[in-house]
């Protein structure tokens, strides 16, 4: 016994030895790809010395002689912290995942090389003006170089991703920035979504009336440029204003419905400044990852400094602001995607009808390499309105006739993409008008850009609108037949017509998503818009005030007051507040009473630290529920946000919408309170089950967690636990700080869209300004900056958005020095 005993003994020690040697070596190799920012490096490519320093926060100042070097050290920094990323995005859009990851990413790859966004990029390298052309080329050959550097001195692959997937990298090139902006227009598209939506349930319901309650038009003018302070009736802002496809797999880059992008940006005029210098905030909302999708980044050019958020990959400060100019970017909704019926011919399915008879489809193979499996051939086929998408994607086959199939037209499937020149651009102009008039090269995807300047501020549209006839039959809010002539894009719309607010009367523009304009098709911009709540907030903060600060645009950026809170729960609430005596303790009447007294003196506050937040959250889920389950069935699960207008007609009784709240299965007729208090008895079971009973001890943030997830190992075990972020924030669906929620079960709170960026620029005091990322800076997770920003950004904390290079230098983590070979 005591013999086995020993050799135990000895059997579990080696195994333990054995698995500690192993942690130590994975460690090492690991270890061995942090950069090493104190360093000398000679490199080819460079006309002139490269200094980048690091300041206290990892954020690159690259200091250089020429613009093109200065392009090289971005390229170098972005592949320094973020190559495997940047690896990711560029495999992405060339629909060649499945080499990486297998059968996983297959379906991926399939829907990128419909789209043929790689081979559109490769030919918009011809597009770019000479200027690009030179940031292009010179950021590639800073990307290679680092390249160059990790292999040629064995620093461990570049990143720890590569030691699980295969290391081998292709030199960058200008096509493939090209190719990453296209991706991040595919990530910010979601109108083919929304005609196929509201195709399905046009088809399930039948009835128009009740097509307009789920799916509202946003009612009034739009809001952008505020009337002056002074002309409003006093008091106007003391009180508050109310009013199916199968799984796709890993890396799938569509947006889910109400995930196609949001942001806020607005800027003050100097006479609405404290300062008397202009002011702008913008906060890009976009799906949360570890890392994030933001770099923040300064480079020296021959124009003066340039600061802010920039995204790896492409070679351009996206938002910031330079020494003379600042602006920010948001989504701005232009409907860009329309979907076609494409007739097949039935004697010929090689060819498509179109007004001048039988066209044959362009087709190209394609085929896709998979990792241990047979490679997949695929047919890519083009009509005159644009790619064929496979019903299996899309829920397309769920609203394509027997006989047809589908083709999309959308603006990024432009082989003249501009859009990097003016992105480029913007860094080197030196005016509101300037930035305007260069802007005319944007494409695609649309965003309404918010511009100062020392003395202006501007708002405009950029980006490509389709030019649609008036006659066309759905007005591009549904597929249409594809041979029609009515029914195709009859080009773009002057840029001239994109609305814009220069210079306003009132001294503020701003952007939520919220509608703009007020224009009939087709000049219209959109029948749907990201917001409809946000920006009643908005106004009223802006209003409140004769004149803004830097700190009351930060308020503005971190508040998390939910107007739709305050709209809806006197309205689903009414028949319920006062229930007569307290009912026994334990019972469901109870804890119904319970939670409605704590609603009923709760300010609509969206505090990571309130139980109201949640008990509202999850009522008006399991309202909306009830409200849709029993008329469209399972459509119902699409449906996954709730919809503020849709609950404010059905409960206002707005055209008969309170026909929702009867239940047509059962035989007596139910009220909108009947079902606002079963819904409530709904909730308050759901809560209970997965948070617990005590109502006072809930917190939001314990559902409305942050979720920053590796995009490849998010999912593993073990190594989860260290690439993903967790945090508990404030914030919601509808407020400033937007927290938008994944709406799925089993954690349908979970905020997982929001502003990975926030800056806010005085051009008073311009190094006073501010900004911020959601993570860090670097991409390994072994680094210190991998989510050393994390708390501040929770926190609503900001660091310096400095020029000064005094300031970097103070405390910085390293200074690397390019050298020419």
Same mark, same amino acid.
């Given at each position: 016994m005591a013999f086995l005993f020993r050799w135990l003994v000895r059997l579990i020690s080696v195994a333990l030895l054995l698995g500690m040697l192993g942690v130590v070596v994975v460690y090492y190799l690991a270890s061995r790809s942090l950069p090493d920012y104190n360093r000398d490096v000679t490199v080819a490519g460079l006309e002139e010395p490269v200094e980048i320093v690091r300041d206290n926060s990892n954020v690159p100042h690259i200091f250089a002689t020429t613009d093109a070097d200065a392009f090289f050290g971005l390229g170098y920094v972005h592949a320094q912290d973020?190559?495997?990323?940047?690896?990711?995005?560029?495999?992405?859009?060339?629909?060649?995942?499945?080499?990486?990851?297998?059968?996983?990413?297959?379906?991926?790859?399939?829907?990128?090389?419909?789209?043929?966004?790689?081979?559109?990029?490769?030919?918009?390298?011809?597009?770019?003006?000479?200027?690009?052309?030179?940031?292009?080329?010179?950021?590639?050959?800073?990307?290679?170089?680092?390249?160059?550097?990790?292999?040629?001195?064995?620093?461990?692959?570049?990143a720890p991703e590569f030691f699980l997937f295969d290391p081998t990298l292709a030199p960058w090139q200008p096509a493939d920035s090209l190719a990453v902006i296209k991706l991040m227009a595919l990530q910010l598209s979601g109108f083919l979504s929304e005609e196929v939506l509201r195709a399905r349930t046009s088809l399930t319901l039948g009835d128009e009336d009740r097509l307009s309650d789920i799916l509202p038009d946003l009612p009034g003018e739009g809001v952008a440029a505020l009337p002056a302070y002074a002309e409003l009736a006093p008091g106007i802002g003391r009180g508050t204003l109310f009013a199916e496809s199968t799984d796709p797999g890993l890396l799938?880059?569509?947006?889910?419905?109400?995930?196609?992008?949001?942001?806020?940006?607005?800027?003050?005029?100097?006479?609405?400044?404290?300062?008397?210098?202009?002011?702008?905030?913008?906060?890009?909302?976009?799906?949360?990852?570890?890392p994030t999708i933001w770099y923040l980044a300064r480079m020296q050019l021959s124009t003066g400094g340039v600061i802010g958020g920039s995204i790896p990959g492409i070679p351009a400060i996206m938002v910031g602001r330079s020494e003379r100019l600042g602006w920010g970017l948001t989504s701005a909704y232009l409907d860009d995607q329309d979907l076609h019926l494409e007739e097949l011919n039935p004697d010929n399915p090689e060819e498509y009808r179109t007004p001048d008879g039988w066209k044959r489809f362009e087709t190209r193979r394609s085929i896709v390499n998979i990792k241990d499996s047979p490679p997949v051939t695929l047919t890519l086929r083009w009509t005159e309105n644009g790619p064929v998408i496979p019903g299996t994607r899309y829920d397309l086959q769920t609203v394509t006739p027997p006989g047809h199939v589908m083709s999309l037209s959308w603006t990024a499937l432009s082989s003249e993409d501009s859009s990097a020149s003016a992105a480029v651009g913007l860094m080197f102009a030196s005016s509101v008008e300037e930035a305007v008039e260069l802007s005319e090269a944007y494409v695609a995807p649309a965003q309404m850009l918010t511009l100062i300047d020392r003395d202006k501020i501007g708002m405009k549209l950029v980006g490509h609108a389709p030019a649609r006839d008036p006659r066309h039959q759905s007005q591009g809010r549904l597929p249409a037949p594809g041979w029609r002539a009515e029914n195709r894009w009859q080009g773009r719309l002057p840029y001239a017509d994109n609305p814009e607010f220069i210079a306003p009367e009132g001294g503020i523009v701003g952007n939520t998503n919220n509608k703009v304009i007020d224009r009939p098709?087709?000049?219209?911009?959109?029948?749907?818009?990201?917001?409809?709540?946000?920006?009643?907030?908005?106004?009223?903060?802006?209003?409140n005030r004769g004149v803004h600060t830097r700190d009351s645009f930060i308020e503005a950026q971190l508040d998390t007051v939910s107007v739709a809170a305050r709209t809806l729960l006197p309205l689903i609430g009414a028949d319920l507040w006062f229930t007569g005596e307290a009912a026994p303790e334990?019972?469901?009447?109870?804890?119904?009473?319970?939670?409605?007294?704590?609603?009923?003196?709760?300010?609509?506050?969206?505090?990571?630290?309130?139980?109201?937040?949640?008990? +509202?959250?999850?009522?008006?889920?399991?309202?909306?529920?009830?409200?849709?389950?029993?008329?469209?069935g399972p459509l119902a699960d699409k449906y996954d946000h709730v919809e503020p207008l849709f609950i404010e007609r059905?409960?206002?009784?707005?055209?008969?919408?309170?026909?929702?709240?009867?239940?047509?299965?059962?035989?007596?007729?139910?009220?909108?309170?009947?079902?606002?208090?079963?819904?409530?008895?709904?909730?308050?079971?759901?809560?209970?089950?997965?948070?617990?009973?005590?109502?006072?001890?809930?917190?939001?943030?314990?559902?409305?967690?942050?979720?920053?997830?590796?995009?490849?190992?998010?999912?593993?075990?073990?190594?989860?636990?260290?690439?993903?972020?967790?945090?508990?924030?404030?914030?919601?669906?509808?407020?400033?700080?937007?927290?938008?929620?994944?709406?799925?079960?089993?954690?349908?709170?979970?905020?997982?869209?929001?502003?990975? +960026?926030?800056?806010?620029?005085?051009?008073?005091?311009?190094?006073?300004?501010?900004?911020?990322?959601?993570?860090?800076?670097?991409?390994?997770?072994?680094?210190?900056? +991998?989510?050393?920003?994390?708390?501040?950004?929770?926190?609503?904390? +900001?660091?310096?958005?400095?020029?000064?290079?005094?300031?970097?230098?103070?405390?910085?983590?390293?200074?690397?020095?390019?050298?020419p070979r």
């Open positions: 973020r190559l495997w990323q940047m690896t990711l995005m560029r495999r992405t859009a060339q629909g060649r995942l499945s080499e990486l990851f297998g059968t996983r990413t297959v379906e991926t790859d399939k829907l990128l090389r419909r789209f043929d966004l790689y081979m559109l990029a490769r030919q918009s390298v011809e597009a770019q003006d000479a200027r690009t052309m030179m940031a292009l080329e010179a950021y590639s050959a800073g990307v290679n170089a680092r390249i160059d550097e990790i292999n040629r001195d064995s620093l461990g692959r570049g799938w880059p569509a947006p889910p419905r109400g995930l196609a992008g949001a942001s806020n940006g607005w800027a003050a005029a100097p006479d609405r400044s404290a300062s008397g210098g202009t002011l702008l905030a913008n906060d890009p909302h976009l799906g949360l990852t570890a098709f087709p000049e219209h911009v959109s029948f749907d818009w990201g917001d409809s709540q946000r920006v009643q907030r908005w106004q009223t903060m802006m209003q334990g019972t469901p009447d109870r804890q119904r009473q319970r939670a409605l007294e704590l609603l009923a003196n709760w300010s609509g506050e969206m505090n990571e630290h309130l139980p109201e937040p949640l008990l +509202y959250a999850a009522w008006l889920r399991a309202l909306q529920e009830r409200l849709i389950r029993d008329d469209i059905v409960f206002r009784d707005i055209d008969g919408a309170s026909a929702w709240c009867d239940i047509k299965q059962s035989a007596r007729e139910e009220s909108c309170s009947d079902i606002a208090r079963l819904a409530l008895d709904d909730a308050l079971v759901w809560v209970g089950e997965k948070y617990g009973t005590d109502l006072e001890s809930l917190r939001w943030g314990d559902a409305h967690q942050a979720a920053h997830t590796h995009t490849v190992l998010g999912d593993v075990p073990l190594l989860k636990a260290f690439v993903n972020i967790r945090q508990s924030t404030s914030g919601g669906d509808f407020t400033l700080q937007r927290g938008k929620t994944s709406g799925r079960d089993p954690n349908p709170f979970e905020n997982v869209h929001a502003a990975g +960026y926030r800056g806010v620029y005085d051009f008073a005091d311009p190094d006073s300004s501010v900004f911020i990322s959601a993570t860090g800076q670097s991409g390994h997770f072994l680094s210190r900056h +991998y989510d050393n920003l994390g708390q501040l950004w929770r926190r609503g904390e +900001y660091i310096p958005m400095s020029l000064d290079p005094d300031l970097a230098r103070a405390a910085s983590v390293g200074i690397t020095r390019l050298s």
